[in-house]
């Protein structure tokens, strides 16, 4: 690689384009670096770590000149935090690409992220507090044939920690606007965009005890139409047998259907979701489980709570199977109304909710989900009787007047851990308040509460959190907070999980230091279980672009 | 609405139109897109499982894989894990030397059922070492090897990589005479390890000790495999109770081996532990490069 | 390690010609789903503002909330332009359209469903607001967002106008 940058800039000084190209020149780029002191705690479960410190560094650098970039990203974790996958150890350059773009035709070589359609077969994607990179190590090609026609190729094998996945991806996309394609079109009050991608995975099979496909080929078609304030958006995809750990090596084909209805005008807007996922774990390598190597992404129809106790029971997509739907209602009260107040109200209501699909056995002599088996016959559009996950939540925004705001949100959460955590604890049931309210003492000076609370009969019981922030615009915030699990039953249990923090932000530059506890949670993903174990310690969080 | 769809359908003819313009590109195109098609797709037809070219025992000296699988009372996933374990050791007799290793969150107690502590030093400094519950339970090591960069193998992985390794001849073989004294508890053993390549390395060697079939709670989610959510009489299998000459062995040579060679290494121990069953337990020996950890040969032999 | 400092020493080398960084061209959607390129975000010669969010993201919610209520004012007065770039992935995606209406934003909202304009960008955490001058060069840039901040960026914005230089 060294050779290759020094021969690339011998040879752009020495032509005539060289100063052209120089002129153009541009880098950019960004850090990122998180580091903790650990200390023990015995009472939440902290124990001590022996390296004491634990951090995470990131450096981007980027180089362009018109048509031609390039760039790497360096990597470090000397030892990797606690609960990121400690897989990723040491430091290296696990990502550099360079790309040539020109009019409609671009060319990626390295490492490079990409999504087809809403990503039920391929998304690629980085996503680093969640210790997600599966970045493809290839080749991309993109061209625009004609106006309104995309087109799409990709190659490579997977990124997997520092190394190399065993399987080889390779993809196809294509999407037409059809107002675009044709000029009768293009002014018409309905708009059509329809796509259809390939995408198949090449492992060898060396198994001895299964025969098993080397090739996995996937299909899927989608159209998003809009006419006027309404939006429909669909996408249907289909893969062959792909026995893998996560899907007890069945030999079942996957399918999964997504649908959406959106209606929206000013002032009031509704989306209607739903969604069908039927065997649909879709990785590079059969055998990976956990964050690694999966090719694509089955979002949960659910609304992402920030709010700490509202993220306590977070649902993730099962992609073995499930029927989930979802409404969401955005509307805004009109300013100067009795409800809205003088300035308006926003009102956000979310309704979401997860069912397993209905699964049949394949015949008298096999067993449900048999490994080396189809492993059951599932009904298109029938729903299984086990709920996994409901939240019904609203969320309402309100400026009293020119110094105080608030947004009030009150959730009723289901969540069947048996299921999500692979616990045997069965299903919780809880309501949830959250009140945050902002104080605008000079107009940059401000101080903002949050107090929560969290009632359930099940798991920990209750517990009530609140957190007090000041900030001084535009460089400089201060906040304390705890979560105090008042109500559970062992009186040793009743634990503080308090947290100070402070940054300083200066244009692009942040850092911010918080010291403090926290829980632990069990990752359960695929059929492996990991436990997060509780930290008490100090955190410090860099970042800065350039 | 309905008139603009036929609308649309009228003018399907200008799509075919616009093929005719860029003809090469889009034939090329089209032949790259059904080539990708046809040869992308593997659909297998049942049978879906074989009997896999497995071996049959006999006399001669065979390469022996050390199988180290992680897991604990706790973990509802890992029964399914040691049914892989144990499939492989049928199809494979007498070539897989199997360690359950207890250690982890996972294994922690927790009362009334998940009393009984499975774990112990060498078990804990093992995890530790490949830091294998901070990935998750069940994995493996396949002779503490390193695939693709890690040396952390699911189990569903473990068949594959175990049948290859099997493909290799035997680098060494090892011969364990033993004495075990039953009034003292004592253990004498001697292992001579014959070499059959040349080692550049320190070659280390590992004895411990495991216990059979002790009856306990398990946590289960797979019908298929037990009772849900756990298992009363579970029975807990080649499960790792002590090292003999500590986690990490005796050096057996400290300037690597000699194909021809022969080494030998004498180990004693003595069974403190007065609840383990004597009857059921197994002593494992295994060497192992000094600087790749990796395991060139293991053997088994029964305690008493 | 070696090839890594290479690397540096070719990217210090070129840092000596480099002025401000240009607006990278990438692929956009519009909410409805159809693709632009991040070229066509213009504003006649004109200041132009790009501030990403995501519509879980609190503090990005409150930012643009404030601009809308201001940004008619902002608008007679510096002529700028705000581009609200979302990068709410495809589990979210489909409920932008709805958002940004029910809550009568009047500004521009382009999405950047798989972080491709983010990462060009080099865009950590949002929010992470940009000011972009008439020759689409990124002249000032901001992470987070504190109560009041956008007082410091009107006041940006005005200097740009009158010609000042507001690198920093």
Known sequence: ?546 | MCRLLTDYLLQLPVIFNFFKMKNIFSIASIIVVLSFIIVSCDVIEPPFTQNGSGTTPTDTVKRKILLEDYTGHLCPNCPGAAIIAHQLMDLYPGQITLITIHAGYFAKLVSPNYMTDFKCTTGNDLNTFFGVDLIGNPNGTINRKEFNGSKIIGPDDWPSKISELLTLAPEADINITKNFNNNTSTIELTANVDFFNDFQNTIMISAYLTEDSIIDYQKNNDPLVGAVPEIADYVHMHVLRAALNDTWGDTLSANGAIAGAKYSKTISYTITNSNWNKNQMHIVVFIYDAESLEVIQSEEIKLK | MKSFFGILTFFAVISLTAQNNTVPTVDLKKPDGTIVSSDSILNNGKPIIISFWATWCKPCVKELTTFAEVYEEWQEETGVKLYAISIDDSRTFPNVASFVNGRDWPFDVLCDPNADFKRAMNVNLVPHTFIIDKDRKIVWQHTSFTEGGELELIDLIRKLNSGENINE
């Open chain 1, 1 to 546: 690689m060294n050779k290759f940058f020094t021969a690339a800039l011998l040879i752009m000084s020495m032509t005539s384009v060289a100063q052209n190209v120089l002129q153009n020149a541009q880098i950019h780029g960004d850090f990122q670096t998180d580091f903790q002191y650990y200390m023990a705690d015995s009472a939440i479960g902290a124990d001590t770590i022996p390296e004491k410190l634990l951090s995470n560094g990131y450096l981007n650098l980027m180089f362009s000149a018109g048509n031609f970039s390039a760039g790497i990203r360096y990597e470090n974790y000397n030892n990797v935090m606690l609960g990121f996958d400690p897989r990723y150890k040491g430091s290296g350059i696990p990502y550099r690409f360079a790309s040539y773009s020109h009019k409609d035709f671009d060319i990626t070589v390295g490492n490079y992220y990409e999504q087809f359609g809403s990503g039920m077969l391929l998304r690629i994607y980085e996503e680093r507090s969640l210790g997600i990179d599966n970045s493809l190590d290839g080749i991309r090609l993109r061209f625009k044939p004609y106006k309104g026609i995309y087109l799409k190729g990709v190659i490579g094998q997977q990124r997997f920690f520092f190394d190399k996945g065993e399987g080889i991806v390779r993809g196809i996309d294509g999407e037409v606007n059809l107002n675009e394609l044709n000029d009768k079109w293009s002014g018409s009050k309905l708009r059509t965009t329809i796509g259809g991608s390939f995408v198949s995975k090449y492992q060898p099979d060396k198994n001895p005890i299964y025969k098993l496909p080397e090739n996995v080929g996937s299909w899927a078609g989608r159209i998003t139409l809009n006419y006027g304030n309404w939006m429909l958006n669909s996408e249907y995809a289909y893969k062959v047998n792909d026995p893998s750990t996560v899907n007890k090596m069945i030999y079942k084909p996957g399918e999964a259907l997504f649908a959406s209805l959106c209606y929206s005008q000013k002032g009031l807007g509704i989306t209607l979701s739903a969604k069908r996922i039927d065997n649909m774990n879709f990785r590079s390598d059969r055998t990976v489980t956990g964050n690694a190597l999966t090719m694509n992404y089955l979002p949960a129809l659910t609304k992402p709570h920030t709010y700490t106790l509202l993220a306590f029971y977070p649902y993730a997509t099962q992609p073995n199977g499930e029927m989930a739907l979802q409404g969401q209602l955005n509307y805004k009260i009109k300013k100067n109304t009795t409800l809205g107040g003088k300035y308006g109200t926003d009102i956000a209501f979310n309704y979401s909710r997860a069912n397993a699909i209905d699964m049949q056995k394949v015949n008298d002599s096999t067993a449900l989900m048999q490994p080396g088996t189809l492993g059951y016959k599932s009904d298109f559009f029938a729903i299984g009787d086990e709920l996994y996950f409901e939240d019904v939540n609203i969320e309402v925004s309100h400026k009293f007047n020119k110094k105080l705001k608030g947004i009030f949100t009150w959730a009723y959460l289901t969540y069947n851990s048996d299921v999500i955590e692979g616990h045997t604890d069965g299903t919780f049931y809880s309501h949830i308040g959250v009140a945050d309210i902002t104080y605008k003492i000079t107009p940059t000076k401000s101080l903002r509460l949050e107090a929560q609370h969290l009632m359930t009969k099940q798991d920990k019981k209750n517990w009530a959190n609140v957190m007090l922030e000041f900030t001084m615009a535009p460089k400089w915030f201060i906040m304390a907070g705890d979560s105090y699990n008042y109500g559970n039953p062992v009186k040793s249990k009743k634990l503080h999980y308090y947290t100070f923090g402070f940054g300083y932000t200066k244009n692009s530059s942040r850092i911010a230091l918080t010291y403090g506890k926290q829980r632990e949670g069990i990752v359960c993903v695929g059929g492996v279980c990991r436990n997060v174990p509780a930290s008490y310690g100090l955190l410090v969080t860099i970042t800065s672009n350039f």
